[in-house]
């Protein structure tokens, strides 16, 4: 229970606890080096509501307790992306990746190429966009140029960061970062097991299970649903000019706390990239 506190105590109180989840937030899914129990965890959360409670016009939108609270909404509305969603071209032939090597050595005009190897993830695509650090949009790929606004319900997978972190560099003005909404096979499998007990139809497939939660019109259904999410590529980016490779994205990205694969490897050529795909 919190003890009578003026509403100035509160104030610094609450901006200490909200950097506090956050900072455990990036340990435990961006690092996956969680330093306190979940029990400790909840106590900070708890701590949280209840100072919030008491002081509700100290509650921000980016409050690590504001990921749920949007009503029910009627229907998704249509949001254009900042650039297309294009679908990632398939090379499956060792020769058709060699000669695909071979052409961006010769229209860059250069003999060495490093490459940046990830899993391709079978999800969701989705497009968030922070605004000086702050989430303000997440939608859905659709037809890669236009997509459903499903901010609300993005809020509420733990993984994504609400606020970006600005301890190790500093935040752009615009970032907008596409990345892959998924559900493990564990998390699937449990989910199916729940929806059969209750007398419901079981999801067809993981794909189809993270696609079916995220567009849920009800956030507080997506809530419960055990979603998980990867960033891999920066769609644009404004007032920071320290990224000139992928390699360097994608080390940015977790720096402002955004979740990277972490199979994801710097390949020196593109025959240490074939290895990889066979691994």
Known sequence: MVKMVTKEQA?????ELRKLIRHHNYLYYVLNKPEISDAQYDKLMNELKELESKFPELITPDSPTQRVGAPPAEQFETVKHVRPMLSLDTAMEKEEIKKFDERVKRELGISDVEYVAEPKLDGLSVELIYEHGKLV?????????NGENVTENIKTIRAVPLVLRSEEIPVPDVLAVRGEVIMHIDDFEELNKKLIEKGEQPMANPRNGAAGSLRRLD??????????IFFYEIMDIRGYDGINTQWK?????KKWGLKVNPLVRKCR???EA??????
């Open 11 to 15: 104030e610094k109180r609450i901006e």
């Open 137 to 145: 949009m997440g939608s859905t790929r659709g037809d890669g140029i």
């Open 219 to 228: 956030p507080r259904e997506t809530a419960e649903r055990p979603l998980d």
């Open 249 to 253: 994205a994608l080390q940015s990205l």
């Open 269 to 271: 050529e593109i025959e």
């Open 274 to 279: 074939i290895e990889y795909h066979e691994e």
